[in-house]
């Protein structure tokens, strides 16, 4: 008897391991990996018989965002691209805000793509959500993609870093192939969804000759490509009109390690509008420390709020003083923080920002932005504090060691 009620309870033992859910392998598509690069006007010119000679075959070209803009080198870079035999795809950054949004940004993309025979499935990159919810994110990414299948009867892929395709895209997403973003690692990080990859972005500081300056580094299965030889067509509706501004503006101060592209993701705007309404920026690659910037938000006044990627090096407090928020907000607002002194790079995060970076808050501190030749010492007296109650205030582990152009907040005497 003992020994029957031994086997059933090993065989229930058995059935229940066998049916338990199981954890998802995550591995390229295909065993055979080329070597690719994703380009955009933040490259400039680029020499691509160099490129090629420097055993790089696969090529993703920017070609437009939101529904308006389109890369200045869109065009010159897939002739160039073609011409030299590489293996092109093209892709389109997402800044839709609601399902109709998605449909018109869809037909801009195919629009501006027309006449043009992809080799590669074409690209949603969605990654900038601002206040939108999880459900109202993979909404708009199901029409996006549905719509742009329909008029172009091209392939798509979908682009994503590692976070946003475990945390943010739905399994309904994983019936279209991933193209993953995740740096730093050995192999991409499994997401439970997507059991393959067809893409991996794993450097955003690679280098390749033709290319002056940092480029994304790739590696591509076959799975990228479009399984046929196809040409867009273009489409039947006519182009829709330009997405309507909002008033909405804040001033940013550039800090050490910013890009456009962050700071665009961190305010819910684009590359394209920030550059827009700053004449003092030539080069969207290229932005220095100390710079106020103009940036275009949702609202005119008062706070709002974003997502925050956490980057190599943040802190708490740190991302607290870039937003003029406190670090008990952020944990309130993200339950994923168990540990506020626990953060981890790739960790998405909501964030309060309060809009006036200008003026004194209301815990009697002001913000100031650091600036050559300043020492804590110098800024303690300037401002009747002390060198231990402002590092103390911004977690700085080093007071001897600041950095022109970050900003840090500084007790004004007030209680």
């Known amino acids: 008897m003992k020994k029957n009620i031994t086997k059933k309870i090993a065989a229930i033992f058995l059935t229940l391991t066998l049916f338990a859910a199981p954890c998802l392998a995550f591995g390229p598509s295909n ?19 160099a490129v090629k000679n420097s055993g790089i075959e696969f090529v993703y070209i920017k070609s437009s965002e939101g529904t308006s803009y389109i890369d200045p080198y869109f065009e010159q870079n897939y002739q160039n691209a073609k011409a030299n035999g590489l293996k092109v795809g093209f892709y389109h950054y997402v800044t839709a805000r609601n399902t109709d949004q998605a449909r018109e940004q869809a037909n801009f993309f195919a629009r501006v793509i027309s006449n043009k025979s992809p080799d590669c499935r074409l690209a949603m990159d969605f990654e900038s959500f601002g206040n939108l919810s999880i459900n109202e994110i993979n ?9 742009l299948e329909s008029i172009t009867g091209s392939q798509v892929v979908i682009y994503s870093n590692a976070y946003d395709a475990r945390s943010v895209f739905g399994s309904d997403l994983a019936q279209y192939p991933l193209w993953v973003a995740n740096y730093g690692v050995n192999s991409p990080q499994p997401n439970g969804k997507w059991e393959t990859w067809v893409g991996w972005q794993y450097t955003s500081t690679g280098r390749v000759n033709g290319i002056s300056g940092y480029v994304d580094r790739n590696q591509f299965t076959e799975g990228i490509l479009q399984s046929s030889s196809i040409i867009i067509p273009e489409p039947d ?3 829709p009109e330009p997405e309507p501004e909002t008033s909405g503006t804040i001033t940013y101060t550039v800090q050490r390690g910013d890009t456009l592209s962050e700071i665009a993701e961190r305010y819910g705007t684009t590359v394209s509008s920030i550059v827009s309404l700053n004449p003092i920026i030539k080069n969207p690659n290229l932005i220095y420390p100390g710079w106020q910037l103009t940036i275009r938000t949702s609202s005119s006044s008062g706070n709002s709020q974003t997502y925050y990627t956490v980057r190599s090096g943040d802190t708490l407090s740190k991302i607290a003083i870039r937003y003029n928020t406190s670090i008990s907000s952020i944990v309130s607002l993200n339950p994923s923080i168990k540990n506020p002194n626990l953060i981890f790079p790739g960790q998405r995060l909501l964030i309060n920002v309060n809009q006036d970076f200008g003026g004194q808050n209301t815990c009697g501190k002001i913000l100031y932005t650091i ?7 110098k800024l303690a007296l300037t401002h009747h504090s002390t060198v231990q ?10 007071p001897n060691l600041i950095y022109a152009g970050e900003m840090i907040r500084i007790p004004c005497g007030c209680n």
Request: hydrophobic share 35%.
């Open 389 to 398: 109650e402002i590092a103390l205030l911004n977690n700085i582990a080093n």
């Open 371 to 377: 600036k050559y030749g300043d020492t804590l010492s």
């Open 139 to 147: 909404e708009i990414s199901k029409v996006f993609l549905e719509t």
């Open 31 to 49: 065993s055979q990996i080329y070597q690719g690069i994703d380009v955009s006007s933040w490259q400039g010119n680029i020499d691509f018989s």
């Open 237 to 239: 509706n006519p182009s």
